[in-house]
């Protein structure tokens, strides 16, 4: 099994930033997909950006260009950069977790099977 704890959000006003990151324990070993899945509110969970073991990365068309993800050279920490916040950014972000490559699909919250406990973001 593998936990996830987020921690970094809070509120921002429109246009500035914010840094959220996961730290992964217990069973990381292997090929993992990681990555940041957020639910604004009444709105079902999206993907916002992944990260393959190899490095390759991935980001949500309503995001791309504004957010930025990296991890540490353990690979069990992961950080999602975020700039020029908008309202509709407002979410509780999620770190999650799929063994194996990310695939076509790593913008569909049922691809994991590993979440942390989440992280509110609100921009106002």
């Known amino acids: 099994h593998v936990q996830l704890v987020e921690s970094g959000g809070g509120s921002v006003q429109a246009g500035g930033s914010l840094k959220l990151s996961c730290v992964a324990s217990g069973n990381t070993y292997g090929r993992l997909c990681m990555g940041w899945i957020r639910q604004p509110p009444g709105k079902e969970r999206e993907g916002v950006g992944v990260?393959?073991?190899?490095?390759?990365?991935r980001y949500g068309d309503s995001v791309k260009g504004r957010v930025t993800i990296s991890r540490d050279n353990a690979q069990t920490t992961v950080y999602l950069q975020m700039n020029t916040l908008k309202p509709e950014d407002s979410a509780v972000y999620y770190c999650?977790?799929?063994?194996?490559?990310?695939?076509?699909?790593?913008?569909?919250?049922?691809?994991?099977?590993?979440w942390g406990q989440g992280t509110q973001v609100t921009v106002s």
């Open positions: 999650a977790v799929k063994r194996g490559l990310c695939g076509s699909w790593w913008w569909k919250a049922c691809e994991y099977n590993h």
């Open positions: 990260i393959e073991s190899d490095g390759k990365i």
